[in-house]
């Protein structure tokens, strides 16, 4: 198993998809190695592409806020990743073959990384992690069983992504604090054993058909149910 090191270097030198050629920085992830929690998110935007460093523009300020408020963390204790790690032309979302080639790299993050708690910042993130087509307004709300590499257990947390919620505004926003509230309340639930894992709608998240009522499993074929 390669190091995350070993990895982002061989990221660095990625030219797997078209995007490597508009790219200023790849954007491969920050954080803590060894964290509990990862968020992770689209693809870089200007800003991101710019700095290499994902969520630094105005969105990223207002996850900083709301990591901050809703769960008392900063950034430095959470590793975050995006499904691409080169910018998209024009911020336009990554296109399926663009995620695909660069999925290796975020399965090697969560694999090394092995998070108690991955949170999923709107649909595009979301629906790449869970391997669903469902939108993350029907998605969010509930927390998922999720499993990745030899962790047994986890959980993941999808919510909006930030930008949404800055243009969405009232709503949108305390239900993304909402969400991270739950995320919070995963992470110090001892175990976060797969049967455990509950959320809002904790019923539909627990026990007998919990898999169903809570929706797909996170990772198709990984999932203890
Ligand atoms: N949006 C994302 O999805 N990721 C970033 O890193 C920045 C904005």
């Given at each position: 198993?390669?190091?995350?090191?070993?990895?982002?270097?061989?990221?660095?030198?990625?030219?797997?998809?078209?995007?490597?050629?508009?790219?200023?920085?790849?954007?491969?992830?920050?954080?803590?190695?060894?964290?509990?929690?990862?968020?992770?998110?689209?693809?870089?935007?200007?800003?991101?592409?710019?700095?290499?460093?994902?969520?630094?523009?105005?969105?990223?300020?207002?996850?900083?806020?709301?990591?901050?408020?809703?769960?008392?963390?900063?950034?430095?204790?959470?590793?975050?990743?995006?499904?691409?790690?080169?910018?998209?032309?024009?911020?336009?979302?990554?296109?399926?073959?663009?995620?695909?080639?660069?999925?290796?790299?975020?399965?090697?993050?969560?694999?090394?990384?092995?998070?108690?708690?991955?949170?999923?910042?709107?649909n595009v993130a979301t629906?790449?992690?869970?391997?669903?087509?469902?939108?993350?307004?029907?998605?969010?709300?509930?927390?998922?069983?999720?499993?990745?590499?030899?962790?047994?257990?986890?959980?993941?947390?999808?919510?909006?992504?930030?930008?949404?919620?800055?243009?969405?505004?009232?709503?949108?926003?305390?239900?993304?604090?909402?969400?991270?509230?739950?995320?919070?309340?995963?992470?110090?639930?001892?175990?976060?054993?797969?049967?455990?894992?509950?959320?809002?709608?904790?019923?539909?998240?627990?026990?007998?058909?919990?898999?169903?009522?809570?929706?797909?499993?996170?990772?198709?074929?990984?999932?203890?149910?």
């Open positions: 198993m390669p190091t995350l090191a070993e990895v982002e270097r061989e990221a660095c030198s990625c030219i797997r998809c078209p995007l490597a050629g508009g790219r200023t920085n790849v954007v491969f992830g920050v954080g803590d190695p060894h964290a509990d929690l990862m968020l992770v998110g689209e693809g870089p935007g200007r800003d991101e592409d710019l700095a290499g460093v994902p969520f630094v523009g105005r969105s990223g300020k207002l996850l900083d806020k709301l990591l901050l408020q809703e769960m008392g963390l900063d950034r430095r204790s959470c590793y975050i990743a995006n499904v691409v790690k080169c910018r998209p032309p024009g911020n336009r979302d990554p296109r399926p073959a663009e995620m695909a080639a660069c999925r290796g790299y975020l399965d090697a993050q969560l694999d090394l990384i092995q998070p108690r708690v991955v949170v999923t910042l709107g629906r790449a992690v869970m391997g669903t087509n469902d939108t993350i307004g029907h998605l969010r709300g509930r927390t998922y069983p999720f499993r990745h590499g030899s962790r047994g257990h986890g959980c993941l947390v999808p919510t909006y992504h930030p930008a949404a919620v800055l243009r969405g505004g009232g709503e949108a926003m305390a239900q993304m604090r909402a969400d991270l509230v739950r995320a919070k309340e995963e992470l110090v639930r001892p175990g976060n054993v797969a049967g455990e894992a509950t959320g809002g709608v904790a019923g539909e998240a627990t026990g007998g058909a919990a898999g169903e009522a809570a929706g797909p499993p996170a990772v198709a074929g990984q999932v203890h149910r």
